[in-house]
């Protein structure tokens, strides 16, 4: 279904009891993050919020996206498998056998509707062009400070445009804009991206850059602008696809090379001059909830603002997970599904992304398993699909369990695991923002296959003996043998799950490495098949922080050591050391950023004005659960 704007998203959502509107002004630097942040991590998402007060002619819309109800309506379907199913109906009837001509009869209909799902640019201007700032000032517009370190104020929702200057294709992306001045922000894509190779073949012509980015209109540009299509799929075909109807674009005012959509709320025109010197953008408080540190972006220098009447400018957060962006990414999950096991995997049954794992980092397949080998062959096609090009850490189990319900998965992968000869390494192109790597972009990925093994799989020499002492008792050890453990968390092993967590303060190089060989070399360890090891600030019973301080800080490669002991039947124990690197204890060069919480001001001016907010019974700060985790104040860890 397709939503005529903006405001009739934001109707329905109210009528459907998910969204509060906020009447008091609530400021745009800093409040309005940390009141999104509490409802955001309140249960189910929270509500969406309509912030009516906001210093300027603009309301703001945040957390739209923020639960799998309000993701579900902003792509008007019922639930992401209603989606699932178009596509895998739509690629069958494409993909099967036309032998006769009553068969490629059929397939007209399915053509026409194809074609009427294609974006169409329309003469005149569009509702977004209803007013226009020829001499443009962004600060007019309420642009969001999320968190106390970010560099500046940010766009976090910009649906940015861009053509190739040869073939005119064009590229819809989301990256964020830090705002420099009235008519100046960064242009932060990546080297992956496609709107970057744009911009490195305008380096080459000595031309102006036209971009125009949009804010608002139907929820699921949005979407598309972030779905991870080829490089050759138009974004606003996929709108189509999912909204059933066209996607209505004009040209740009100032840059009539670009087209908008229509009914978007507000449009930002401008070029980046590709012989321009790069600007210091950054740092930002990212969707891994650690500060993505500065770096050199191009400068954006806008030309005109044109907006609607009535505009409501739309943003999010993100941060420390659970946060809106997760909903976003399950809808990838689900619908990306279908391409990936019709064209590629034809194995996959199943994929999961856990919020932890914060997207590429942990990504849990399910296969249907039929010979040995499957597991790698899989592992080494999804690592070559499109953006699982960036996942770290790749679990794989089969059709012996459902892959959503947690405990029952690790108890089985773990039953399935040989840590000697199950777990595989590799290096390859990682996330830009992964700070765990020792070289920007590049580091290593695991696969743990969890996957019942054939007899060809498996080592006759490999045992794994019952726990000879009850896992209380093997806390209480671990504590006492040294004193840089501070905490261990032994539940799993109740659940039937060999794997414990030890919190390790590092005073010593190679120290994780050196403690884990001790540790899983003692006789009552022969059980456990993996150890976690973390930060000695994070407490390693909060599995949820645990795993995501832990994937985010792990480079699998470089990070796993394999206890294996003598002898034959021999017992094994991976190790695998997500604790922050250092220079002085890692030989890890980089800057290592802090994680993201809001500062004690701010979260003081919030509680004062909550009950002004109409947002029901006080949530305290989320930031409060974290301010023990940090390191220094600073961005940058100190």
């Keep these: 279904m397709a939503w005529r704007d903006q405001q009739a998203f934001i109707e329905a959502l109210e009528k459907n009891g998910e969204l509060i509107r906020i009447k008091s002004y609530v400021d745009p630097r800093l409040e309005i993050a940390e009141i999104t942040d509490r409802v955001s991590k309140s249960g189910g998402g929270g509500k969406a919020l309509l912030f009516e007060n906001t210093g300027t002619d603009f309301p703001i819309l945040m957390n739209g996206y923020g639960s799998e109800k309000r993701m579900c309506m902003a792509l008007g379907v019922d639930s992401f498998d209603a989606i699932t199913r178009a596509i895998e109906d739509l690629f069958k009837l494409l993909s099967s056998p036309k032998e006769n001509m009553l068969d490629k009869l059929r397939l007209l209909p399915k053509l026409g509707q194809f074609a009427s799902w294609m974006p169409k640019v329309i003469h005149g201007k569009g509702a977004c062009q209803e007013f226009v700032m020829l001499n443009p000032d962004l600060r007019k517009i309420p642009v969001l400070t999320c968190w106390p370190k970010d560099g500046g104020p940010f766009i976090t929702l910009p649906v940015i445009h861009t053509k190739d200057p040869e073939t005119k294709s064009r590229n819809v992306g989301m990256y964020r804009m830090q705002v420099f001045g009235p008519s100046l922000t960064g242009m932060h894509w990546h080297k992956h991206k496609v709107s970057a190779k744009h911009f490195n073949a305008y380096k080459k012509t000595g031309i102006k850059m036209p971009v125009a980015v949009s804010l608002g209109g139907d929820p699921v540009y949005a979407y598309s602008a972030t779905a991870p299509l080829p490089e050759n799929v138009d974004e606003y075909m996929l709108a189509g696809f999912l909204r059933k109807k ?111 794992g914060v997207f590429h980092n942990l990504v849990i397949t399910q296969i249907n398993k039929e010979y040995a080998g499957q597991g790698q062959k899989v592992m080494n096609a999804m690592w070559g699909a499109g953006q699982m090009m960036f996942n770290k850490i790749l679990v794989l189990a089969d059709q012996g369990i459902t892959i959503n319900a947690y405990r029952e998965l690790a108890k089985y992968i773990f039953a399935n695991l040989n840590p000697a000869t199950d777990i595989s390494f590799s290096t390859g192109p990682m996330d830009v923002l992964d700070h765990s790597c020792s070289k920007m972009g590049f580091g290593g990925k695991m696969c743990i296959d969890g996957t019942k093994k054939s007899n060809e799989e498996q080592e006759e020499e490999y045992t794994c003996p019952t726990l000879s002492m009850p896992s209380s008792a093997l806390k209480d050890m671990l504590l006492q043998h040294t004193p840089s453990i501070r905490d261990v968390n032994t539940n799993l092993i109740d659940l039937d799950i060999p794997c414990i967590l030890v919190a390790v303060e590092k005073n010593k190089p190679g120290h994780v490495r050196e403690l884990h060989h001790c540790i899983a070399s003692l006789p009552s360890m022969a059980s456990i098949k993996m150890i976690l090891y973390v930060e000695h600030t994070v407490n390693p019973n909060d599995l949820a922080t645990s795993l995501w301080r832990f994937c985010n800080n792990l480079d699998p490669k470089r990070d796993g050591f394999l206890y294996k002991s003598t002898g034959s039947p021999y017992t094994a124990c991976m190790g695998l050391d997500g604790t922050r690197k250092t220079k002085e204890f890692d030989n890890f060069q980089r800057d290592w950023p802090n994680i993201i919480v809001a500062d004690l001001a701010t979260i003081e001016k919030v509680d004062k004005k909550w009950d002004q907010l109409g947002l029901g019974a006080f949530l305290p700060s989320p930031s409060l659960k974290y301010k023990d985790q940090l390191y220094g104040e600073e961005a940058v860890v100190q």
């Design 246 to 356: 066209k996607v209505e674009l004009v040209r740009c005012i100032t840059q009539p090379e670009i087209e908008v959509p229509a009914d978007a709320d507000i449009i930002i025109e401008g070029y980046v001059d590709p012989a321009e010197e790069l600007i210091w953008e950054g740092p930002f408080g990212d969707h891994t909830g650690y500060y993505s540190l500065p770096d050199w972006y191009p400068r954006f220098h806008v030309t005109a603002i044109t907006y609607k009447k009535n505009a409501i400018y739309p943003a999010t957060i993100v941060g420390i997970p659970p946060q809106e962006d997760a909903w976003l990414g399950k809808a990838t999950e689900r619908i990306f599904l279908a391409p990936i096991k019709m064209t590629m995997i034809p194995e996959i049954m199943d994929m999961d992304m856990p919020v932890e």
